[in-house]
């Protein structure tokens, strides 16, 4: 009798408990649930393009912050030599004497650690037994800059011919 | 007699049950602890810790890696307590480059690793910091006052404490705000920080003189039909609009009236030389190509009559008061040819041919009016004579901020509940909210609505600390007398910088310009300017001007344009051969300067060539610049090499050294 009053007492008291613990769970669930709705929307309306020439959703974009800050100081610095595809290529490339290699050449890409590479931008060919056509950029860019413009080079295809 | 052992017995249930009570609403506390969403994570990243330990010191911090909530609180920053790296526990950890979300490192930017005490996270990425669950921190819910940034607009958040135009590291950010400067936006909405905003647009008076009626109309139905590469937006005005709106333009007069009677003919073979010597792509585009600072040319001759070209091209500042365009010295012949060229060839076989004469109806000018003012025409274009109308647009001082909630999605049920969404679709199609909206389509590119979008959220109402806040600081420079007047003639400022005022074409500023170059080689430049860098398409525009104004002008900056700091003439007595051989060996074998300069027939042409250096530069100059190339200009591109004052001097006495090669043909040996 009393064990049996006791386990009734302990389980009816269990189960604010357990409803505390779920209640707390509930608006989780609730705030997901929202959520999760406009993507369907958006497929739904995605689907819909066709017909409905209002809807229209923002392509994902190519590069994230830091191959994109990359992408910039290549462009200024580098395009002019290097080519705008990292082709060897560049407007200065024609004046130069070894030709700048294309970056994006899988063989090359597979060779180089970002290290090696980072190595090269910052102190220049000289520094690792290459041409000193390629001057040192380490102190016209920063540690941070020269990471994010590996992370650029990283990103480089090879020339299509 | 169970009497009393049955009332024991009650007392003891009673005594149990309490028991129980007590100990179970104890429990309460410690058990929603336990269950606590952060604690899975912190569980996760403590595992991932002792995986990874490779040494005895990482052992033993992954092992003292405790559970519980971490903050960081700034009090200079508003009182911020951002509870972010409760979960995300590897941010400045560099082991955890590789990790998967919540523990991953964050990448380098110019505040990270460094300055995360300074900042927190709310401060970039938005959110709610007090929370520590992760559906309340993100807020990643509809109508959620202050959700997560997502990631690709992050660099907003880099312009809430950043106002100027340009932000270096922030690249999307800084293209979005050169969007919002060139499109117009300012034009119909006013943005706090904004108000030295001017339109670039022309004024628009006196088209009746410049165009006709059919092409003005074209332009009006949809611009980009006639100029693929215009700012111009499509308002998608209905033929109605568009007559009366013709109506009204074709009665405004101009700045100046025209010359009465037809100007005489021209030759369009030399105006075409005229054309190319002038180097008007410099600016305008040809097909597309060209600098695009100004309008493209190829259908010019279509839509101005000779007549106007004439007058225009002889006194552009006072046709367009506010013109970019430089006043060229034309002669008359040449500005007659040159028109000739511009009406004869550069036509459009597909814009409209000229019809009748056009003579608007009064009624339809009134009604034309009330189109101008309706779409706000005013906000760009000026109409000499009427008074600059107010933003015809809702303002956008903290449009950045706002919640969802207040958004008018209108038809749009397609879109997310989110700012971001909703801005990209009304600059991408501003007329899909609902009928009779005013706002016109510009045709951005996806890249461009993501910029412009980034510089929206940038404006949001978040008050900024003192400490917090960088603002570039406006320049007030207004250049003196005679010297003043040519600079506004030949519109300088346009291209050039002088104490920090003017545009940005030309990478060299010209405030220290007499310190740099020699008084006769800036005389001769002005008259004939040589190719300085070749892979430019926009280059010094020769002006055709008079060897007394280039003195004038070549003088003043010489004596005026100084700066202390640079070292004047190194070698009075002409450098001395044996440090000029010395700078030989550097230039060639040390620094590889010729990969980027052409000197004596070969070289590259990334740089300046290099030839006339002994006429040109001061050899005091030369050390100085090659000691720190970005100390004008941070973006100037030639490498800061690190060069001590003996390789720079030496440096300076070679490059100042006259070649014989580089001796004019005919000079004496």
Known sequence: ?161 | MNGPDRSSDRLWTWFAVSSVVFLVVLAVSPVKDYFREYRRYQDGYRRQLLATASTAKELKAAQEESVGIRQIWIPAFGDRVDRCTTCHRGVENPAMARAEEPYRTHPPTPHTPGDFARFGCVACHRGQGRATTRAEAHGDVPDWSSPLLPLRYTEASCGTCHRGLVVPEASLLSSGRALMNRVGCLGCHKIAGWDDWRSKAPDLGGLADETHVEWLRAWLKQPRSLRPNTWMPDFHLSDDEIEALVSFLWVQPGTEPLPAGDPPAGDSDAGKKVFRESRCVSCHTIEGRGNGSAPELSGIGSKASRRWLVAFLTDPHGFQPDIAMPQYDFTRQQVLDLASYLSEELVDPSAPAAGAPFHPAAARVAEGEEVFVKYGCAGCHRVPGRKPSAPIGPELTGVGGKPAALLDFGARTDLPRRLPDWLAAKVSHPRSFRDGLRMPEFGFTPEQVEALVTALLSYDATEIPEAYRVTQPVAHYAPPGRFGELVRQYRCLTCHQMQGVGGDISTAPLTAEGSKVKESWLKSYLLLPTTIRPILTDRMLPFGMAEERAGFLANFMANVFLDDAIPGELFPQGPPAEQAGRGRRLYYERYGCQSCHQLGGSGGYYGPPLDDTPSKLRSGWIAWWLQGPQRWRADVRCPDFGLDARDAEDLAAFLVTPRPAAAKPGAQP
């Not at chain 1, 209002?54 to 462009?75: H, I, S, T």
């Not at chain 1, 056509?133 to 080079?153: D, K, S």
């Open chain 1, 1 to 161: 009798m009393r064990i049996a009053t006791t386990a009734l007492g302990l389980l009816l008291l269990s189960l604010p408990v357990a409803a505390c613990h779920r209640g707390a769970a509930a608006p989780a669930k609730a705030a997901q649930a929202p959520a999760a709705a406009p993507a369907q929307g958006a497929a739904n309306a995605a689907g819909e393009a066709a017909t409905a020439p209002a809807a229209w959703q923002m392509p994902e974009p190519d590069l994230g912050y830091n191959a994109r800050e990359g992408r910039a100081l290549y462009e200024h610095y580098c395009s002019t030599c290097h080519g705008s595809e990292g082709h060897g290529d560049g407007f200065n490339s024609f004046n130069l004497d070894p030709k700048p290699r294309d970056l994006g050449d899988p063989a090359f890409q597979a060779k180089r650690t970002d290290e090696e590479l980072a190595t090269v931008i910052r102190s220049g060919g000289a520094a690792a037994g290459l041409s000193s056509g390629m001057p040192p950029w380490g102190r016209t860019l920063n540690a941070r800059q020269i990471g994010n413009l590996v992370a650029y080079l990283r990103t480089l295809k090879p020339a299509e011919n």
